[in-house]
């Protein structure tokens, strides 16, 4: 299973849209188009951070990549 993190943007610590919760796991997300997609060239598309809420599961995408992340400890 994943490690916990938490998640900042500068000064400003990231929490959960839905339940408030500050832990996350972390995951790359392909922002796939259309175009790449239909010619081949999905490996292409940008990538965002995706941040899934280790309380609710709510999926949080962040294409910023000023996003730092932080190790939490372990989650039971």
């Not at 938490?6 to 959960?16: F, K, N, P, V, Y």
């Not at 919760?21 to 081949?40: A, I, P, T």
């Not at 490996?43 to 995706?50: H, K, L, N, S």
């Amino acid at each position: 299973m994943a490690k916990p993190v938490r998640a900042s943007l500068g000064e400003m610590w990231i929490t959960c849209q839905v339940c408030k919760g500050d832990l996350f796991r972390e995951r790359g997300v392909k922002l796939n188009s259309s175009g790449g997609e239909l010619f081949n060239l999905a490996w292409a598309d940008e990538t965002a951070t995706g941040l899934i809420c280790w309380r609710c599961g709510f999926v949080h995408l962040f294409a910023n990549k000023e996003i730092r992340l932080h190790r939490a400890k372990d989650v039971s």
